[in-house]
């Protein structure tokens, strides 16, 4: 059991607050969806929670130790992040961007012991990269390297994934594939945030919800508790009607308010 | 192919080039003679050519080429860019600077040892300058402009050391230093570089194996564990002790740690962290080659190493450039 606990964080940058006091709870067995839009401090929340940026004001603990406490290397064995941006400064192989996810556990690209081959192979496989392993990255799609990416932060099979918009640039197919595959992740014991903004997909896969709009949380809760026309109007600006089947939710945007 | 094959090539081609290194100059040794010399069974005048005079310039071609190789390896791993490199980013400048001022204020009397200190001083403040623009800018342009500028203003410093020199002796011993070049070093000369190649090698085989994780940017390689402070100190100390420690043997040379790095790659599958071995050798093997093509072709002085580094480097240097233009 891991959980990182954000409290009371507010965050600015050069005058502008990007959070303001804001607390939430990662733990392991629970999948969160964080929505919101563009600029409501989804990304920054989830740097925070990495420990990649400090918080103006606030705390950020892992498993009750401040964060700022932890060394790289044993945070990254508790953590695995997909950042939004992800550049590749050379075209290196598939495999070997996977096998970086082994970095926390000595591994690297010319270095793997057994267990780093085994968990390097299952996120090749669960992926659905088996076929390019050995390709340049320079010679993939854009899908494609999104889910080089996944693999390489599936590979790391750390307790807790904080995934950055994970199935932005991916088909219909492949977004679900990948949802899956974090669904499954927190079904055998994980624990995940991911920022979607797909809010059907996210309400379809998540337990919980994090709504947040201008540096703020307006909402936590499961989809049932959270799923209103009047968050979907609050939030995002738009007039929505709302309805759950057993296909999952679905949307309806009839136009912005 | 596996690295260890390409290792094992690479050393062979490197072995190879020394030995021809040894064959070739004014004086016509055959294989018989030249072996005797190597074993020291040789005539006086054959072993002082040899063990004074070839193999000591071709074995600081082979290490010098090979320094800069490896400083272009890990410079293009830290900044994620295939056009760092320690003379493009002025850092052999700023190095031959630190050592012309150590000569040209006479703290060289003092010691043998100030004039690699200062010349290593110089290469690691040019470093930790580049790399405190390269946390502020993501641009390879900026980088390179500081780059410029870095080596301008050691330019400017070695010009005005120039005008104001005393005397023609001076003015020749400063020269020597900004055009780069391995005629007349003696194994002593090499062995007051060694320990700082070695401490150098030290910090930059400890950064190794985050070199291919920055690929993947600088957040991403930070979720992975990398520790980016210590892996960019590392770097910037390994590069400015071993690129500095060249520059206190040979001067500056450019445009070798752009070349070799560039051939080496796609063999290594494009990663930074193979990428440093190969490169080190590939540029000590062009390195010597260079060398001996000075030697073989008859102008009326020798020309300088620094000079036909720079005439085939540059337009390298360019042609690189123009690709990544097209592929951006």
Known sequence: MTNIKLTNITMELKGRRLLSNVSTEIKSGELIALIGPNGAGKTTLLKCALGLISPTIGTVTVDGSPIEDLSPIARAQKISYLPQMRPLAWPIRVRDVVALGRYAYGGSTTKLTQLDEAAVAKAISDCDLSAFEDRGTDTLSGGELARVHCARAFAAQAPLLLADEPVAALDLAHQFQIMSLIRNYVDHGGGAIVVLHDISLAARYADRLIWMKDSIINADGTPDETMTAGLMEKVFAVDATISKDEGGWSLNVSNAT | ?328
């Open chain 2, 1 to 328: 192919m596996k690295d260890s094959a390409l290792l094992l090539l690479l050393s062979a081609v490197s072995f190879a080039a020394i030995l021809a290194a040894c064959f070739i100059g004014s004086t016509v040794m055959s294989p018989d003679r030249l072996f005797a010399a190597l074993f020291g069974v040789g005539a006086t005048g054959d072993e002082i050519v040899l063990w004074e005079i070839r193999l000591p310039r071709a074995i600081a071609a082979f290490i010098v080429g090979g320094a800069l190789g490896l400083c272009g390896a890990a410079l293009q791993g830290l900044l994620r860019n295939p056009l760092a490199e320690p003379g493009v980013l002025g850092v052999s400048a700023c190095a031959s600077l630190g050592a012309t001022l150590a000569l040209f204020y006479g703290a060289a009397a003092f010691s043998s040892l100030v004039v690699p200190v200062a010349a290593i001083t110089g290469a690691i403040s040019a470093t930790a300058l580049l790399t405190i623009a390269a946390i502020h800018t993501s641009s390879v342009v900026t980088l390179i402009l500081v780059g410029v500028g870095l080596s301008s203003f050691a330019g400017a410093v070695m010009a005005l050391l120039l005008n104001l020199a005393p005397n023609p002796f001076s003015l020749s011993d400063l020269i020597s230093w900004t055009l780069g070049s391995v005629a007349n070093r003696s194994f002593n000369d090499i062995a007051l570089a060694a320990p700082f190649l070695g401490a150098g090698l030290v910090f930059i085989v400890l950064s190794r194996r985050s070199l291919p994780a920055l690929a993947l940017g600088e957040e991403a390689a930070h979720g992975l564990g990398v520790d980016l402070k210590r892996t960019r100190i590392f770097v910037i100390l390994g590069t400015g002790l071993i690129s500095g420690a060249a520059v206190s043997i040979a001067g500056a040379i450019g445009f070798i740690g752009i070349m070799a790095p560039h051939i080496v790659r796609p063999f290594v599958g494009y990663d930074p962290a193979r990428t440093l071995a190969p490169s080190a050798f590939l540029g000590g093997i062009i390195l010597v080659l260079a060398d001996i093509f000075i030697r073989l072709i008859p102008t009326p002085t020798e020309l300088r190493l620094g000079v036909v580094a720079a005439l085939i480097g540059a337009p390298a240097f360019v042609w690189i450039a123009m690709q990544r233009a097209r592929t951006q």
